[in-house]
Nanobody, 124 residues
Framework: QVQLVESGGGVVQPGGSLRLSCAVS????????IGWFRQAPGKEREGVAY????????YYADSVKGRFTISRDNAKYTVYLQMNNLKPEDTAVYYC?????????????????WGQGTQVTVSS
């Protein structure tokens, strides 16, 4: 069983920055690929960013390219999402999820384990 815990959410003004963390525990010797998703009120959950188990594969949604950066520290079992130049439309609950059977990174059905989410609010 794998557990994920997100942290780092909060309220920030437009143009500001936040760094989300996803702490992974209960893992075996295999590292999992990690995806960040978000869900705004009244909207479907969408994939935001992905990092492969070794860190060499990176993908981003078009809406966040150039503003968000995903990274991981496998020694600390932690994945980060650095979010810069935040916009009001980035407001959502952000979730991290883990998979070791990934086919399409932005589809949540391919992820087996999920965190509880952390709220990000971008507002002036």
């Amino acid at each position: 069983q794998v557990q994920l815990v997100e942290s780092g959410g909060g309220v920030v003004q437009p143009g500001g920055s936040l760094r989300l963390s996803c702490a992974v525990s209960g893992v075996t010797s295999d590292y999992h690929a990690i995806g960040w998703f978000r869900q705004a009120p009244g909207k479907e959950r969408e994939g935001v960013a992905y990092i492969s188990s070794g860190g060499g594969g990176l993908y981003y949604a078009d809406s966040v390219k150039g503003r968000f950066t995903i990274s991981r520290d496998n020694a600390k079992y932690t994945v980060y999402l650095q979010m810069n130049n935040l916009k009001p439309e980035d407001t959502a609950v952000y979730y991290c999820a883990a998979s070791n059977r990934l086919a399409t990174w932005y589809l949540d059905v391919f992820y087996d384990y999920w965190g509880q989410g952390t709220q990000v609010t971008v507002s002036s």
